[in-house]
């Protein structure tokens, strides 16, 4: 009797779990993968996991929960949140799109961050190496200088190290055009939330100056891999909507993914919850949530405009 119990609750468990909804995905770009539609954000928030098995477990639950898509960055934890995601992955690595952000503009300097993140990392390649957090004119200019990162970053695509090769940006819509348009990039990451970030100005206009009216475009007409980040805007956004219309909100952009940083186990589990629920919101849906925000939207310009993303 008690085998049989025991089978039929076995059994019972397989069914749930069959019936339980996927994870959705969508295709990246052009770089031929299918990514999950949320993506673990592997900087501040992970790193407030103290204590190393319980940040290496949550890695191992995002997984199961269907995230395929894990961003950290050199500048999270000085290499901390690297060295914990290449524990994490261990021979799961071939499953998942791993991205990483190098935060030096000069290419000698950039090379040595690399060859200690692929290390760290515990792989031979990345899906994506990020130029991390554009922010000026003049950092575009050292980034594009012929001894600066990009001319790296081009050789190491061709070697297939950087199998992508992006750039991220949460400060200056237009910078980021400029970037976008003038190189070649395989994908970019930037802040695509509900209260339209963008360069803050007293004559700015959310519908004409944000990162979503300026950088989206040039990036979809380059057919590029998008993610979109701080869309809870670093928590200032939080107790203004709800974390479900905040995500609905960017995933209903064109984008691959929403990169989400995720503190607690209980986080993880409600952000992929709402994934598997989504469906997009409606045009008028979005203007509104919008409109909803928009009072709060020069604070949230003005304190990303020297945020450092670590």
């Known amino acids: 009797m008690s085998h049989t119990r025991r089978t039929f609750i076995g059994s019972s468990t397989a069914v749930a779990l069959s019936a339980a909804p996927a994870m959705p995905t969508r295709l ?12 673990f954000g592997c900087g501040s928030r992970f790193l407030a996991y103290k204590d190393e098995d319980e940040a290496i477990g949550v890695i191992h639950k995002a997984m199961d929960l269907g995230i395929n898509y894990f961003d950290t960055a050199y500048d999270y934890g000085a ?34 961050i690399i060859e200690g993140s692929l290390k760290r990392c515990q792989t ?47 400060t200056d819509p237009k910078v980021l055009r400029t970037a976008l348009e003038r190189n ?16 803050a100005r007293n ?17 979809l007409r380059k057919k ?15 107790g203004k909507t709800s974390v479900e219309n905040l995500v609905r909100y960017s995933l209903s952009l064109p984008v691959g993914a929403v990169v989400l940083g995720m503190p607690k186990m209980e986080h993880l589990e409600q952000n992929t919850a709402i994934a598997k629920a989504f469906t997009p ?16 939207k020069a604070a ?11």
């Open 79 to 112: 290499g901390l949140s690297e060295t914990r995601v290449g524990k994490a992955l261990g021979s799961r690595r071939k499953d998942v799109y791993l991205v990483t952000k190098i935060p030096s503009r000069n290419g000698d300097a950039a090379m040595r």
């Open 281 to 296: 919101m409606s045009r008028n849906e979005m203007t509104s949530l919008n409109g909803q925000l928009s009072e709060h």
């Open 124 to 170: 031979d390649h990345f899906n994506t190496i990020h130029i991390h957090s554009l922010t000026t004119e003049e950092d575009l200019a050292a980034i594009e200088a012929k001894d600066g990162i990009l001319n790296v970053l081009y050789k190491l695509r061709d070697q297939k190290v950087a199998h992508n090769i992006g750039i991220s940006c949460h």
């Open 184 to 199: 070649d990039f395989n994908v970019t990451q930037f802040a695509l939330n509900a209260a339209r970030i963008g360069q």
């Open 224 to 238: 590029m891999g998008i993610t979109a980040m701080k869309i809870f805007a670093q928590e200032k956004l939080n």
């Open 28 to 39: 990246f770009g052009q770089t031929g993968k299918r990514i999950s539609i949320v993506a």
């Open 300 to 310: 949230i310009d003005t304190f990303f405009h020297d945020h450092v993303d670590a």
């Open 203 to 219: 004559d700015g206009d959310p519908a004409k100056d944000s990162f979503e009216a300026l950088a989206l475009p040039v990036a």
